[in-house]
């Protein structure tokens, strides 16, 4: 019954920003981590962005760091992905994930077991 929503994707060119949003609903009603992925075809899916639900602290991938950020808002659960200085190798579809409990020697970047649909962004040269 939980569900993640992504939305905020589009076609931008190449310097532009994009913000994307992910709102969660359904009986999670707190997380332990919440993360963003991106997939372009033919490619496997990667780790972007994430943050410690309680706290805030947030981690990046180095393809991500100083142009992208994340945040949330825990009065209305919704994390949040700024991006800007696109560029096409942002080029992917956009998933958002959602971790509800510690896991033990499992890193930020995996152990997801709820996601989104995914949310396009696509980005001209």
């Known amino acids: 019954q939980v569900q993640l929503v992504e939305s905020g994707g589009g076609l931008v060119q190449a310097g532009d920003s994009l913000r994307l949003s992910c709102a969660a609903s359904g009986p999670v009603l707190s997380w332990y981590t919440m993360a963003w992925f991106r997939q372009s075809p033919g490619k496997e899916r990667e780790f972007v962005a994430g943050?410690?639900?309680?706290?805030?602290?947030?981690f990046y991938a180095d393809s991500a760091k100083g142009r992208f950020a994340i945040s949330r808002d825990s009065t209305k659960n919704t994390v949040h992905l700024q991006m800007n200085s696109l560029n096409p190798e942002d080029t992917a579809r956009y998933y958002c994930?959602?971790?509800?409990?510690?896991?033990?020697?499992?890193?930020?970047?995996?152990?997801?077991?709820?996601w989104g649909q995914g949310t396009q962004v696509t980005v001209s040269s």
């Open positions: 943050i410690i639900w309680s706290g805030g602290s947030t």
């Open positions: 994930a959602g971790r509800d409990s510690w896991q033990p020697q499992v890193p930020p970047t995996s152990g997801y077991g709820y």
